[in-house]
């Protein structure tokens, strides 16, 4: 079981994924459009909407693809 300061990053993570994967719908894009405009594996944005841990240049090139600003996915 995650230490209290673990799980705060773990549910942190999971709430950026559901924005992600709000977005994206929002936008009516499939997770494999969404990886091709963000110059990504699918696979990718599929951990990254579970919750599993990203890379920042990833979450960037989403935002991008996206059109919203990273502070929208992180906030």
């Not at 994924?17 to 499939?30: E, K």
């Not at 090139?61 to 906030?75: G, I, N, P, S």
């Amino acid at each position: 079981m995650p230490s209290a300061d673990e799980q705060w990053i773990l549910d942190t993570r999971r709430a950026i994924g559901d924005r992600v994967r709000i977005q994206r719908i929002h936008r009516n894009l499939t997770q494999e459009r969404l990886a091709e405009a963000a110059g990504l594996d699918r696979s990718t944005i599929q951990r990254m909407e579970y919750g599993a841990e990203s890379k920042v240049g990833h979450l960037l090139k989403v935002a991008k693809a996206l059109r919203v600003h990273v502070r929208d996915l992180l906030a």
